[in-house]
Protein backbone atom coordinates (compact mmCIF):
# COMPACT_ATOMS: atom_id res chain seq x y z
CA UNK A 1 0.00 0.00 0.00
CA UNK A 2 1.27 3.09 -0.97
CA UNK A 3 1.28 6.00 1.08
CA UNK A 4 -1.23 8.40 -1.09
CA UNK A 5 -3.74 5.93 -0.74
CA UNK A 6 -3.34 5.80 2.88
CA UNK A 7 -3.41 9.78 2.86
CA UNK A 8 -6.58 9.57 1.56
CA UNK A 9 -7.95 7.69 4.21
CA UNK A 10 -7.72 9.96 6.44
CA UNK A 11 -9.78 12.59 4.87
CA UNK A 12 -12.95 12.05 3.02
CA UNK A 13 -15.17 14.20 0.82
CA UNK A 14 -18.63 15.44 0.87
CA UNK A 15 -19.95 17.49 -1.75
CA UNK A 16 -16.53 18.54 -3.02
CA UNK A 17 -15.59 19.95 0.72
CA UNK A 18 -12.71 17.56 2.49
CA UNK A 19 -13.11 16.90 5.71
CA UNK A 20 -10.97 15.18 8.09
CA UNK A 21 -11.45 11.61 8.46
CA UNK A 22 -13.59 10.56 11.28
CA UNK A 23 -11.95 7.27 11.10
CA UNK A 24 -9.22 6.47 13.97
CA UNK A 25 -8.34 3.26 13.54
CA UNK A 26 -8.86 1.16 9.67
CA UNK A 27 -8.08 -2.18 9.11
CA UNK A 28 -7.78 -3.15 5.21
CA UNK A 29 -7.96 -6.03 3.39
CA UNK A 30 -5.91 -8.25 6.77
CA UNK A 31 -4.56 -11.42 7.07
CA UNK A 32 -2.49 -13.45 9.49
CA UNK A 33 -0.38 -16.51 8.09
CA UNK A 34 0.65 -18.75 10.69
CA UNK A 35 3.40 -20.80 8.32
CA UNK A 36 3.14 -24.63 10.18
CA UNK A 37 4.80 -27.84 9.01
CA UNK A 38 1.83 -29.00 7.09
CA UNK A 39 1.81 -26.00 5.33
CA UNK A 40 0.53 -21.87 5.88
CA UNK A 41 -2.64 -21.71 8.48
CA UNK A 42 -4.54 -18.80 7.64
CA UNK A 43 -6.31 -17.13 10.58
CA UNK A 44 -8.23 -13.96 9.26
CA UNK A 45 -7.92 -12.81 5.84
CA UNK A 46 -9.53 -9.91 4.10
CA UNK A 47 -10.53 -8.50 7.52
CA UNK A 48 -11.67 -4.66 7.08
CA UNK A 49 -13.11 -2.94 9.58
CA UNK A 50 -12.99 1.01 9.98
CA UNK A 51 -13.47 2.19 13.71
CA UNK A 52 -14.64 5.94 14.28
CA UNK A 53 -12.90 8.24 16.76
CA UNK A 54 -14.85 8.17 20.61
CA UNK A 55 -16.13 4.71 19.15
CA UNK A 56 -16.16 2.00 21.56
CA UNK A 57 -16.21 -0.94 19.44
CA UNK A 58 -16.38 -4.52 21.20
CA UNK A 59 -15.71 -7.80 19.56
CA UNK A 60 -17.64 -11.12 19.95
CA UNK A 61 -16.62 -14.71 18.53
CA UNK A 62 -15.69 -18.55 19.28
CA UNK A 63 -12.19 -18.95 21.15
CA UNK A 64 -9.70 -19.32 18.60
CA UNK A 65 -11.21 -17.43 16.09
CA UNK A 66 -8.04 -14.77 15.81
CA UNK A 67 -9.69 -12.04 17.62
CA UNK A 68 -6.59 -11.90 19.94
CA UNK A 69 -4.32 -12.14 16.91
CA UNK A 70 -6.48 -9.25 15.40
CA UNK A 71 -5.78 -7.42 18.18
CA UNK A 72 -2.13 -7.64 18.66
CA UNK A 73 -1.79 -6.71 15.56
CA UNK A 74 -3.51 -3.57 15.87
CA UNK A 75 -1.05 -3.18 19.39
CA UNK A 76 1.69 -3.89 16.66
CA UNK A 77 3.02 -6.99 18.64
CA UNK A 78 2.34 -9.23 16.08
CA UNK A 79 3.74 -9.00 12.44
CA UNK A 80 1.17 -8.52 9.78
CA UNK A 81 0.96 -11.01 6.93
CA UNK A 82 -0.84 -8.67 4.65
CA UNK A 83 -2.86 -5.48 4.35
CA UNK A 84 -2.71 -2.60 6.41
CA UNK A 85 -3.65 -0.85 9.75
CA UNK A 86 -3.64 2.75 9.99
CA UNK A 87 -4.16 4.75 13.32
CA UNK A 88 -4.65 8.09 12.21
CA UNK A 89 -4.02 7.17 8.41
CA UNK A 90 -0.54 6.33 9.46
CA UNK A 91 0.49 2.32 9.28
CA UNK A 92 1.05 0.73 12.21
CA UNK A 93 4.61 -0.78 12.01
CA UNK A 94 5.61 -2.17 15.85
CA UNK A 95 4.31 -1.14 19.24
CA UNK A 96 3.83 2.41 20.54
CA UNK A 97 2.42 4.34 23.39
CA UNK A 98 -0.36 5.66 20.79
CA UNK A 99 -2.47 2.56 21.51
CA UNK A 100 -2.63 1.73 25.19
CA UNK A 101 -3.37 -2.26 25.28
CA UNK A 102 -5.26 -3.66 29.04
CA UNK A 103 -4.19 -7.33 28.63
CA UNK A 104 -6.16 -10.54 30.01
CA UNK A 105 -4.04 -11.26 32.73
CA UNK A 106 -2.76 -7.75 34.83
CA UNK A 107 0.76 -7.59 33.67
CA UNK A 108 1.83 -5.64 36.47
CA UNK A 109 5.39 -5.63 37.69
CA UNK A 110 5.06 -7.21 40.44
CA UNK A 111 7.81 -5.72 42.31
CA UNK A 112 6.78 -2.59 41.85
CA UNK A 113 3.77 -1.03 43.48
CA UNK A 114 0.62 0.20 42.13
CA UNK A 115 1.57 3.76 41.55
CA UNK A 116 5.22 3.05 40.13
CA UNK A 117 3.23 0.65 37.66
CA UNK A 118 1.16 3.43 36.23
CA UNK A 119 4.68 5.48 36.36
CA UNK A 120 6.18 3.47 34.34
CA UNK A 121 3.81 4.56 31.20
CA UNK A 122 3.47 7.84 32.53
CA UNK A 123 7.37 8.65 32.55
CA UNK A 124 7.80 7.81 29.43
CA UNK A 125 4.96 9.81 27.32
CA UNK A 126 5.45 12.87 29.36
CA UNK A 127 9.35 12.74 29.92
CA UNK A 128 9.23 16.61 29.94
CA UNK A 129 6.60 16.96 32.91
CA UNK A 130 8.04 17.18 36.41
CA UNK A 131 7.95 14.52 38.53
CA UNK A 132 5.05 16.01 40.38
CA UNK A 133 2.99 16.56 37.13
CA UNK A 134 3.44 13.00 36.43
CA UNK A 135 3.07 11.40 39.65
CA UNK A 136 -0.27 13.86 40.01
CA UNK A 137 -1.47 12.12 36.39
CA UNK A 138 -0.76 8.58 37.97
CA UNK A 139 -2.70 9.59 41.03
CA UNK A 140 -5.38 10.80 39.35
CA UNK A 141 -6.61 7.67 37.10
CA UNK A 142 -5.38 5.51 40.13
CA UNK A 143 -7.68 7.33 42.15
CA UNK A 144 -10.40 7.05 38.82
CA UNK A 145 -10.38 3.38 39.67
CA UNK A 146 -11.05 3.27 43.35
CA UNK A 147 -7.43 2.25 44.38
CA UNK A 148 -6.91 5.14 46.53
CA UNK A 149 -5.58 3.69 49.48
CA UNK A 150 -3.50 1.41 47.68
CA UNK A 151 -0.73 3.59 45.67
CA UNK A 152 2.14 2.04 47.69
CA UNK A 153 1.05 -1.20 47.87
CA UNK A 154 2.94 -3.90 45.81
CA UNK A 155 1.26 -5.61 43.12
CA UNK A 156 1.41 -8.85 44.12
CA UNK A 157 -0.34 -7.67 47.10
CA UNK A 158 -3.58 -6.72 45.38
CA UNK A 159 -6.12 -9.07 44.48
CA UNK A 160 -6.75 -9.82 40.75
CA UNK A 161 -9.67 -7.81 40.13
CA UNK A 162 -7.72 -4.91 41.70
CA UNK A 163 -4.78 -5.62 39.60
CA UNK A 164 -7.06 -4.87 36.54
CA UNK A 165 -7.66 -1.64 37.41
CA UNK A 166 -4.11 -0.96 38.16
CA UNK A 167 -4.08 -2.14 34.84
CA UNK A 168 -6.92 0.04 33.58
CA UNK A 169 -5.25 3.33 35.17
CA UNK A 170 -1.72 2.60 33.48
CA UNK A 171 -4.20 2.26 30.00
CA UNK A 172 -5.99 5.72 30.28
CA UNK A 173 -3.16 7.34 31.91
CA UNK A 174 -0.78 7.24 28.94
CA UNK A 175 -3.34 9.19 26.99
CA UNK A 176 -3.86 6.77 24.18
CA UNK A 177 -5.73 7.27 20.80
CA UNK A 178 -6.68 3.83 20.96
CA UNK A 179 -7.37 1.66 23.84
CA UNK A 180 -7.04 -2.14 22.86
CA UNK A 181 -8.97 -4.49 25.96
CA UNK A 182 -8.29 -8.05 25.30
CA UNK A 183 -10.73 -9.58 27.46
CA UNK A 184 -9.70 -7.48 30.09
CA UNK A 185 -12.43 -9.07 32.80
CA UNK A 186 -12.07 -12.77 31.61
CA UNK A 187 -10.42 -14.04 34.29
CA UNK A 188 -12.33 -11.94 37.19
CA UNK A 189 -15.92 -13.28 39.00
CA UNK A 190 -19.02 -11.83 37.80
CA UNK A 191 -19.50 -9.32 40.74
CA UNK A 192 -16.02 -7.68 40.17
CA UNK A 193 -16.45 -7.74 36.37
CA UNK A 194 -19.67 -5.81 36.90
CA UNK A 195 -17.74 -3.25 39.53
CA UNK A 196 -14.37 -2.97 36.43
CA UNK A 197 -16.87 -2.56 33.69
CA UNK A 198 -18.23 0.43 35.51
CA UNK A 199 -15.40 1.95 36.75
CA UNK A 200 -13.90 1.54 32.77
CA UNK A 201 -17.15 2.91 31.11
CA UNK A 202 -17.07 5.78 33.52
CA UNK A 203 -13.63 6.83 32.72
CA UNK A 204 -14.12 6.06 29.28
CA UNK A 205 -17.22 8.64 29.37
CA UNK A 206 -14.77 10.85 30.23
CA UNK A 207 -12.20 10.64 28.08
CA UNK A 208 -13.81 9.29 24.81
CA UNK A 209 -10.62 7.39 23.68
CA UNK A 210 -11.43 5.04 20.83
CA UNK A 211 -11.63 1.83 22.37
CA UNK A 212 -11.75 -2.02 21.03
CA UNK A 213 -12.48 -4.64 23.11
CA UNK A 214 -12.67 -8.06 22.96
CA UNK A 215 -15.00 -10.21 25.13
CA UNK A 216 -16.74 -13.31 25.50
CA UNK A 217 -19.75 -11.96 27.42
CA UNK A 218 -23.13 -11.19 25.19
CA UNK A 219 -24.24 -9.13 27.88
CA UNK A 220 -20.47 -7.17 28.50
CA UNK A 221 -20.58 -6.36 24.48
CA UNK A 222 -23.72 -5.26 24.29
CA UNK A 223 -23.29 -2.78 27.51
CA UNK A 224 -20.21 -1.10 26.33
CA UNK A 225 -20.36 -0.29 23.07
CA UNK A 226 -21.56 1.44 20.38
CA UNK A 227 -21.27 -0.99 17.86
CA UNK A 228 -20.67 -4.82 18.31
CA UNK A 229 -18.16 -6.52 15.88
CA UNK A 230 -19.09 -10.31 15.32
CA UNK A 231 -16.04 -12.24 13.45
CA UNK A 232 -16.54 -15.41 12.06
CA UNK A 233 -15.05 -18.70 13.13
CA UNK A 234 -11.23 -19.59 11.91
CA UNK A 235 -9.44 -20.45 9.89
CA UNK A 236 -10.10 -17.71 7.14
CA UNK A 237 -11.74 -15.62 10.15
CA UNK A 238 -13.25 -12.17 8.95
CA UNK A 239 -16.23 -9.72 10.23
CA UNK A 240 -19.23 -12.24 9.97
CA UNK A 241 -21.87 -9.12 11.07
CA UNK A 242 -21.76 -5.63 12.55
CA UNK A 243 -24.58 -4.72 15.16
CA UNK A 244 -24.75 -0.93 15.99
CA UNK A 245 -26.15 -1.04 19.83
CA UNK A 246 -28.42 2.46 19.76
CA UNK A 247 -28.33 3.22 23.63
CA UNK A 248 -27.79 6.48 24.56
CA UNK A 249 -25.04 7.84 27.10
CA UNK A 250 -24.05 8.10 29.66
CA UNK A 251 -25.44 4.60 30.30
CA UNK A 252 -26.46 2.99 33.46
CA UNK A 253 -26.65 -1.09 33.65
CA UNK A 254 -30.39 -0.81 34.74
CA UNK A 255 -31.38 1.74 31.94
CA UNK A 256 -29.66 -0.53 29.67
CA UNK A 257 -30.90 -4.02 30.91
CA UNK A 258 -35.33 -2.23 30.91
CA UNK A 259 -34.43 -1.18 27.70
CA UNK A 260 -37.00 -3.06 25.17
CA UNK A 261 -34.33 -3.41 22.56
CA UNK A 262 -31.89 -5.16 25.05
CA UNK A 263 -33.36 -8.69 24.28
CA UNK A 264 -33.19 -8.11 20.24
CA UNK A 265 -29.45 -7.04 20.42
CA UNK A 266 -29.14 -10.14 23.13
CA UNK A 267 -30.93 -12.63 20.83
CA UNK A 268 -29.28 -11.36 17.44
CA UNK A 269 -25.89 -11.81 18.89
CA UNK A 270 -26.58 -15.00 20.50
CA UNK A 271 -28.01 -16.14 17.24
CA UNK A 272 -25.11 -15.33 15.34
CA UNK A 273 -22.97 -17.15 17.76
CA UNK A 274 -24.70 -20.49 17.82
CA UNK A 275 -25.14 -20.36 13.99
CA UNK B 1 -21.86 -16.75 27.63
CA UNK B 2 -25.55 -17.12 29.14
CA UNK B 3 -23.92 -15.76 32.01
CA UNK B 4 -25.64 -12.61 33.50
CA UNK B 5 -24.22 -9.82 35.53
CA UNK B 6 -25.36 -9.70 39.03
CA UNK B 7 -25.77 -6.32 40.41
CA UNK B 8 -23.68 -5.85 43.67
CA UNK B 9 -25.85 -6.32 46.24
CA UNK B 10 -23.74 -8.83 48.48
CA UNK B 11 -21.08 -6.69 50.12
CA UNK B 12 -22.48 -8.64 53.37
CA UNK B 13 -20.85 -11.35 52.05
CA UNK B 14 -17.31 -11.32 53.44
CA UNK B 15 -18.81 -10.19 56.58
CA UNK B 16 -20.68 -13.72 57.17
CA UNK B 17 -17.44 -15.44 55.75
CA UNK B 18 -15.70 -13.72 58.50
CA UNK B 19 -15.99 -15.96 61.80
CA UNK B 20 -15.29 -19.12 59.48
CA UNK B 21 -12.27 -18.27 58.66
CA UNK B 22 -10.92 -16.87 62.05
CA UNK B 23 -11.76 -20.20 63.15
CA UNK B 24 -10.06 -21.63 60.40
CA UNK B 25 -6.87 -19.49 61.00
CA UNK B 26 -6.48 -20.70 64.59
CA UNK B 27 -7.24 -24.13 64.20
CA UNK B 28 -4.21 -23.41 61.81
CA UNK B 29 -2.67 -21.84 64.01
CA UNK B 30 -2.91 -24.63 66.47
CA UNK B 31 -1.34 -27.08 64.38
CA UNK B 32 1.46 -25.19 63.02
CA UNK B 33 2.41 -25.03 66.79
CA UNK B 34 2.05 -28.08 67.68
CA UNK B 35 3.67 -29.17 64.13
CA UNK B 36 6.98 -26.83 64.84
CA UNK B 37 7.30 -28.48 68.32
CA UNK B 38 7.20 -32.00 67.12
CA UNK B 39 9.45 -31.12 64.52
CA UNK B 40 12.29 -29.47 67.00
CA UNK B 41 11.66 -32.25 69.15
CA UNK B 42 12.28 -35.01 66.33
CA UNK B 43 15.35 -32.49 65.54
CA UNK B 44 16.86 -33.25 68.93
CA UNK B 45 16.11 -36.78 69.36
CA UNK B 46 17.78 -37.31 65.63
CA UNK B 47 20.76 -35.53 66.70
CA UNK B 48 21.09 -37.45 70.00
CA UNK B 49 20.72 -40.39 68.58
CA UNK B 50 23.67 -40.02 65.54
CA UNK B 51 25.84 -39.05 68.80
CA UNK B 52 25.30 -42.01 70.16
CA UNK B 53 25.74 -44.13 67.22
CA UNK B 54 29.13 -41.82 66.93
CA UNK B 55 29.91 -42.99 70.43
CA UNK B 56 29.48 -46.78 69.79
CA UNK B 57 31.26 -46.68 66.64
CA UNK B 58 34.08 -45.12 67.49
CA UNK B 59 34.55 -47.16 70.78
CA UNK B 60 34.44 -50.39 68.61
CA UNK B 61 36.93 -49.01 66.42
CA UNK B 62 39.30 -47.63 69.25
CA UNK B 63 38.72 -51.16 70.74
CA UNK B 64 39.62 -53.21 67.40
CA UNK B 65 42.89 -50.79 67.11
CA UNK B 66 43.80 -51.46 70.94
CA UNK B 67 43.34 -55.17 70.51
CA UNK B 68 45.60 -55.27 67.42
CA UNK B 69 48.04 -53.56 69.06
CA UNK B 70 48.05 -56.18 71.87
CA UNK B 71 48.00 -59.00 69.79
CA UNK B 72 50.91 -57.40 67.53
CA UNK B 73 52.94 -57.10 70.72
CA UNK B 74 52.34 -60.54 71.79
CA UNK B 75 53.49 -62.14 68.72
CA UNK B 76 56.56 -59.89 68.66
CA UNK B 77 57.38 -59.11 71.78
CA UNK B 78 55.81 -61.68 74.29
CA UNK B 79 53.04 -61.53 76.83
CA UNK B 80 55.34 -59.10 79.02
CA UNK B 81 55.21 -56.68 76.49
CA UNK B 82 51.78 -57.28 75.65
CA UNK B 83 50.18 -56.88 78.73
CA UNK B 84 52.34 -53.55 79.45
CA UNK B 85 50.80 -52.59 76.37
CA UNK B 86 47.54 -53.30 77.59
CA UNK B 87 47.98 -51.35 81.02
CA UNK B 88 49.55 -48.42 79.06
CA UNK B 89 46.43 -48.35 76.89
CA UNK B 90 43.84 -48.52 79.95
CA UNK B 91 45.76 -45.70 82.00
CA UNK B 92 45.03 -43.12 78.72
CA UNK B 93 48.71 -41.86 78.34
CA UNK B 94 48.99 -40.90 75.50
CA UNK B 95 51.80 -42.12 73.64
CA UNK B 96 50.12 -45.78 73.41
CA UNK B 97 46.26 -44.47 72.43
CA UNK B 98 44.79 -46.31 69.19
CA UNK B 99 44.59 -43.37 66.16
CA UNK B 100 41.18 -43.66 65.19
CA UNK B 101 37.90 -41.82 64.97
CA UNK B 102 37.33 -39.97 67.85
CA UNK B 103 34.50 -40.29 70.44
CA UNK B 104 32.06 -37.46 70.88
CA UNK B 105 33.64 -36.67 74.14
CA UNK B 106 37.16 -36.14 73.28
CA UNK B 107 35.82 -33.65 70.39
CA UNK B 108 34.74 -31.70 72.87
CA UNK B 109 37.75 -31.70 75.01
CA UNK B 110 39.26 -30.49 71.18
CA UNK B 111 36.57 -27.86 70.55
CA UNK B 112 37.25 -26.17 74.13
CA UNK B 113 41.40 -26.54 74.08
CA UNK B 114 41.44 -25.13 70.43
CA UNK B 115 38.94 -22.11 72.23
CA UNK B 116 41.76 -22.10 74.99
CA UNK B 117 44.64 -21.96 72.70
CA UNK B 118 43.03 -18.81 70.93
CA UNK B 119 43.16 -16.81 73.96
CA UNK B 120 46.77 -18.12 74.39
CA UNK B 121 47.65 -17.05 71.06
CA UNK B 122 45.86 -13.77 71.48
CA UNK B 123 47.71 -12.85 74.80
CA UNK B 124 50.98 -13.75 72.68
CA UNK B 125 50.00 -11.39 69.60
CA UNK B 126 49.24 -8.62 72.14
CA UNK B 127 52.63 -9.18 74.44
CA UNK B 128 54.01 -8.86 71.06
CA UNK B 129 52.22 -5.93 69.90
CA UNK B 130 53.12 -3.82 72.57
CA UNK B 131 56.77 -4.97 72.76
CA UNK B 132 57.04 -3.85 69.29
CA UNK B 133 54.76 -0.75 69.41
CA UNK B 134 58.39 1.71 69.96
CA UNK B 135 60.25 -0.18 67.16
CA UNK B 136 57.45 0.37 65.00
CA UNK B 137 56.64 3.65 65.34
CA UNK B 138 60.23 4.33 64.26
CA UNK B 139 59.92 1.97 61.31
CA UNK B 140 57.01 3.93 60.50
CA UNK B 141 58.35 7.06 60.56
CA UNK B 142 61.51 5.88 58.91
CA UNK B 143 58.99 4.05 55.82
CA UNK B 144 59.59 1.17 56.27
CA UNK B 145 57.31 -1.67 56.97
CA UNK B 146 56.23 -2.26 60.68
CA UNK B 147 57.21 -5.85 62.18
CA UNK B 148 53.87 -7.86 62.30
CA UNK B 149 53.34 -11.27 64.27
CA UNK B 150 54.02 -14.22 62.33
CA UNK B 151 53.42 -16.70 65.10
CA UNK B 152 51.03 -20.15 64.13
CA UNK B 153 47.59 -18.74 64.00
CA UNK B 154 44.84 -20.30 65.85
CA UNK B 155 41.72 -21.73 65.01
CA UNK B 156 39.61 -18.95 65.29
CA UNK B 157 41.90 -17.05 63.45
CA UNK B 158 41.71 -19.98 60.60
CA UNK B 159 37.85 -19.70 60.16
CA UNK B 160 38.08 -15.68 60.02
CA UNK B 161 40.47 -15.98 57.06
CA UNK B 162 38.37 -18.40 55.40
CA UNK B 163 35.18 -16.42 55.91
CA UNK B 164 37.42 -14.10 54.73
CA UNK B 165 38.41 -15.46 51.60
CA UNK B 166 35.24 -17.02 50.47
CA UNK B 167 33.34 -13.62 50.72
CA UNK B 168 36.14 -12.33 48.51
CA UNK B 169 36.03 -15.57 45.86
CA UNK B 170 32.26 -14.52 45.84
CA UNK B 171 32.03 -10.76 45.18
CA UNK B 172 34.92 -11.82 42.46
CA UNK B 173 31.87 -14.27 41.45
CA UNK B 174 29.29 -12.32 41.67
CA UNK B 175 31.20 -9.37 39.62
CA UNK B 176 31.76 -11.78 36.56
CA UNK B 177 29.10 -13.54 36.32
CA UNK B 178 25.93 -11.60 36.86
CA UNK B 179 27.24 -8.74 33.92
CA UNK B 180 28.09 -11.77 31.37
CA UNK B 181 24.94 -13.48 32.62
CA UNK B 182 22.85 -10.56 31.74
CA UNK B 183 24.70 -9.87 28.20
CA UNK B 184 24.51 -13.70 27.35
CA UNK B 185 20.82 -13.46 28.63
CA UNK B 186 20.26 -10.57 26.55
CA UNK B 187 21.58 -11.45 23.34
CA UNK B 188 21.20 -15.23 21.61
CA UNK B 189 24.12 -14.16 19.02
CA UNK B 190 26.08 -13.51 22.43
CA UNK B 191 24.96 -16.75 23.48
CA UNK B 192 26.10 -18.76 21.27
CA UNK B 193 29.51 -16.98 21.16
CA UNK B 194 29.50 -17.81 24.94
CA UNK B 195 28.48 -21.35 24.84
CA UNK B 196 30.62 -23.01 24.39
CA UNK B 197 33.14 -21.58 26.80
CA UNK B 198 30.38 -21.97 29.84
CA UNK B 199 29.81 -25.77 28.64
CA UNK B 200 33.58 -26.52 28.77
CA UNK B 201 34.76 -24.32 31.60
CA UNK B 202 32.04 -25.35 34.13
CA UNK B 203 32.96 -29.28 34.75
CA UNK B 204 36.33 -27.99 35.86
CA UNK B 205 37.54 -29.48 39.12
CA UNK B 206 38.67 -26.92 41.96
CA UNK B 207 42.14 -28.12 42.07
CA UNK B 208 42.95 -27.33 38.33
CA UNK B 209 41.35 -23.68 38.61
CA UNK B 210 44.21 -23.44 41.82
CA UNK B 211 46.75 -24.62 38.97
CA UNK B 212 45.96 -21.94 36.95
CA UNK B 213 45.46 -19.39 39.01
CA UNK B 214 48.82 -20.24 40.66
CA UNK B 215 50.54 -19.53 37.37
CA UNK B 216 49.30 -16.32 36.67
CA UNK B 217 49.29 -14.91 39.99
CA UNK B 218 52.54 -16.05 40.86
CA UNK B 219 54.06 -14.43 37.32
CA UNK B 220 52.03 -11.19 38.31
CA UNK B 221 53.43 -11.17 41.68
CA UNK B 222 56.98 -12.15 40.35
CA UNK B 223 60.07 -10.51 42.62
CA UNK B 224 57.35 -8.99 45.77
CA UNK B 225 57.84 -10.49 48.74
CA UNK B 226 54.38 -9.90 49.69
CA UNK B 227 52.19 -13.52 50.40
CA UNK B 228 50.17 -14.29 47.45
CA UNK B 229 48.11 -17.10 49.09
CA UNK B 230 45.13 -15.23 50.00
CA UNK B 231 44.85 -14.20 46.33
CA UNK B 232 45.46 -17.32 44.76
CA UNK B 233 42.81 -18.70 46.90
CA UNK B 234 39.90 -16.60 46.14
CA UNK B 235 40.42 -16.03 43.02
CA UNK B 236 40.43 -19.90 42.68
CA UNK B 237 37.19 -19.80 45.05
CA UNK B 238 35.89 -17.26 42.96
CA UNK B 239 36.66 -19.04 39.23
CA UNK B 240 35.22 -21.94 40.36
CA UNK B 241 31.89 -21.09 42.06
CA UNK B 242 30.24 -18.44 39.54
CA UNK B 243 28.82 -20.84 37.02
CA UNK B 244 25.67 -21.71 38.82
CA UNK B 245 25.07 -17.77 38.85
CA UNK B 246 26.35 -17.19 35.32
CA UNK B 247 23.82 -19.75 34.27
CA UNK B 248 20.90 -18.90 36.35
CA UNK B 249 21.23 -15.26 35.88
CA UNK B 250 21.66 -16.10 31.61
CA UNK B 251 18.60 -18.00 32.24
CA UNK B 252 16.40 -15.75 34.29
CA UNK B 253 17.42 -12.98 31.74
CA UNK B 254 16.45 -14.49 29.07
CA UNK B 255 13.23 -15.96 30.51
CA UNK B 256 11.21 -12.77 31.32
CA UNK B 257 7.51 -13.11 31.58
CA UNK B 258 6.40 -12.43 27.29
CA UNK B 259 3.16 -10.37 29.40
CA UNK B 260 6.25 -7.94 31.15
CA UNK B 261 8.20 -7.41 27.35
CA UNK B 262 4.70 -6.90 26.16
CA UNK B 263 4.05 -4.27 28.38
CA UNK B 264 7.45 -2.57 27.89
CA UNK B 265 7.38 -2.75 24.09
CA UNK B 266 3.80 -0.91 24.38
CA UNK B 267 5.10 1.63 26.51
CA UNK B 268 8.10 2.01 24.37
CA UNK B 269 10.57 1.39 27.01
CA UNK B 270 13.99 2.61 25.77
CA UNK B 271 16.75 -0.35 25.98
CA UNK B 272 18.01 1.11 30.10
CA UNK B 273 14.65 1.45 31.37
CA UNK B 274 13.71 -2.17 30.21
CA UNK B 275 16.81 -3.74 31.66
CA UNK B 276 16.56 -2.02 34.30
CA UNK B 277 13.06 -1.76 35.50
CA UNK B 278 11.25 -5.00 33.68
CA UNK B 279 14.22 -7.65 32.70
CA UNK B 280 16.10 -7.06 35.53
CA UNK B 281 13.75 -7.41 38.52
CA UNK B 282 11.91 -9.60 37.34
CA UNK B 283 14.75 -12.09 36.82
CA UNK B 284 16.22 -11.45 40.56
CA UNK B 285 15.34 -14.30 42.12
CA UNK B 286 16.59 -16.81 40.08
CA UNK B 287 20.15 -15.01 39.73
CA UNK B 288 19.73 -14.60 43.55
CA UNK B 289 19.09 -18.98 43.30
CA UNK B 290 22.77 -18.78 41.37
CA UNK B 291 24.10 -16.88 43.88
CA UNK B 292 23.21 -19.17 46.80
CA UNK B 293 24.33 -22.44 45.09
CA UNK B 294 27.65 -20.11 44.20
CA UNK B 295 27.79 -19.16 47.66
CA UNK B 296 27.99 -22.98 49.30
CA UNK B 297 29.87 -24.32 45.97
CA UNK B 298 32.42 -21.45 47.12
CA UNK B 299 32.56 -22.77 50.37
CA UNK B 300 32.88 -26.09 49.14
CA UNK B 301 35.65 -25.86 47.01
CA UNK B 302 37.32 -23.28 49.51
CA UNK B 303 38.80 -26.27 51.97
CA UNK B 304 40.20 -27.85 49.19
CA UNK B 305 41.99 -24.86 47.21
CA UNK B 306 43.45 -23.69 50.90
CA UNK B 307 44.83 -26.59 51.60
CA UNK B 308 46.78 -26.65 47.47
CA UNK B 309 47.33 -22.64 48.27
CA UNK B 310 48.84 -23.22 52.00
CA UNK B 311 46.24 -20.16 53.02
CA UNK B 312 46.10 -19.83 56.52
CA UNK B 313 42.45 -21.12 56.46
CA UNK B 314 40.61 -24.18 57.62
CA UNK B 315 41.57 -26.20 54.79
CA UNK B 316 45.20 -25.58 55.87
CA UNK B 317 44.51 -26.71 59.15
CA UNK B 318 42.59 -29.71 58.31
CA UNK B 319 45.80 -30.98 56.27
CA UNK B 320 47.88 -29.77 58.91
CA UNK B 321 46.22 -31.48 61.86
CA UNK B 322 46.27 -34.64 59.63
CA UNK B 323 50.14 -34.66 58.77
CA UNK B 324 51.01 -33.41 62.23
CA UNK B 325 49.20 -36.88 63.94
CA UNK B 326 49.41 -35.94 67.20
CA UNK B 327 47.45 -37.62 69.59
CA UNK B 328 43.93 -35.07 69.35
CA UNK B 329 44.98 -33.81 65.90
CA UNK B 330 41.49 -36.27 64.53
CA UNK B 331 39.67 -34.67 67.23
CA UNK B 332 40.60 -31.59 65.89
CA UNK B 333 39.86 -32.76 62.35
CA UNK B 334 36.70 -33.50 63.64
CA UNK B 335 35.81 -30.02 65.13
CA UNK B 336 37.26 -28.43 62.02
CA UNK B 337 34.31 -30.92 59.94
CA UNK B 338 31.86 -29.51 62.48
CA UNK B 339 32.49 -25.58 62.10
CA UNK B 340 32.94 -26.16 58.12
CA UNK B 341 29.74 -27.59 58.17
CA UNK B 342 27.67 -25.21 60.66
CA UNK B 343 29.38 -22.22 58.63
CA UNK B 344 27.85 -23.59 55.37
CA UNK B 345 24.56 -24.12 56.78
CA UNK B 346 24.72 -20.49 58.24
CA UNK B 347 25.90 -19.22 54.81
CA UNK B 348 23.05 -20.95 53.21
CA UNK B 349 20.61 -19.17 55.32
CA UNK B 350 21.67 -15.97 55.07
CA UNK B 351 21.47 -16.08 51.28
CA UNK B 352 18.35 -17.59 51.42
CA UNK B 353 16.97 -14.49 53.60
CA UNK B 354 18.76 -12.34 51.03
CA UNK B 355 16.46 -14.18 48.24
CA UNK B 356 13.28 -14.14 50.30
CA UNK B 357 13.95 -10.10 50.82
CA UNK B 358 14.20 -9.46 46.73
CA UNK B 359 12.36 -11.97 45.85
CA UNK B 360 8.60 -10.97 44.91
CA UNK B 361 7.49 -14.03 44.95
CA UNK B 362 7.15 -14.82 48.55
CA UNK B 363 6.54 -18.89 47.95
CA UNK B 364 9.47 -19.09 46.37
CA UNK B 365 13.19 -20.69 47.61
CA UNK B 366 13.19 -23.32 50.44
Known amino acids: MNTSTIKNTNTYSENGIVFPSKVMLD ?9 TPKGDYVVLENLN ?15 GCGKTTMLSMIAGLNPISGGNI ?43 ATKAQRTDIAKYYLHKVGLDGAFHKKANELSQGMQQRVGIARAFAIK ?14 SLTRGELQDILIEIWNKEKITAVMITHDVDEAIFLADRVVMMTSGPKAKIGDVLNIDFERPRTRKAVLDHPDYYTYRKHLIDFLEH | MKQE ?7 QAPNIMKPITEFLKLKLGKVNFLGGFKKTGITILSILLFIGLWHLGSKALYNKEADY ?9 GQAAADAERACIESGESGCQPNTLPSPTQVWASLQSLIADHYIIKEKKDAFATKMEATNQKLIAKGKAPIVYTGRASFIDTVLTSIKTVFAGFLLALLIAVPIGIIIGLSPTLKSAFNWFIQIFKPVSPVVW ?24 FISVGLCAMWATLVNTAMGVASVDKDYINVAKVLKLGTFQKVFKVILPSSLPLIFTGLRITLSVAWMVLI ?9 GLGLFVWEEFQNGANDSNSKIIVAMFVIGIIGFLLDRLMLTVQQMVSFNKNEGI
Open chain 1, 27 to 35: LKDLKKVYP
Open chain 1, 49 to 63: LQIMKEEFVTIIGHS
Open chain 1, 86 to 128: AVLGNPVKGPGPDRGVIFQSPSLMPWMTALQNVLLGVNQVFPH
Open chain 1, 176 to 189: PKVLLLDEPFGMLD
Open chain 2, 5 to 11: ITLKTES
Open chain 2, 69 to 77: KVEKALTEQ
Open chain 2, 210 to 233: YLLVFMIVKTIYIGKSSDNAFVIS
Open chain 2, 304 to 312: AIELLAQSP
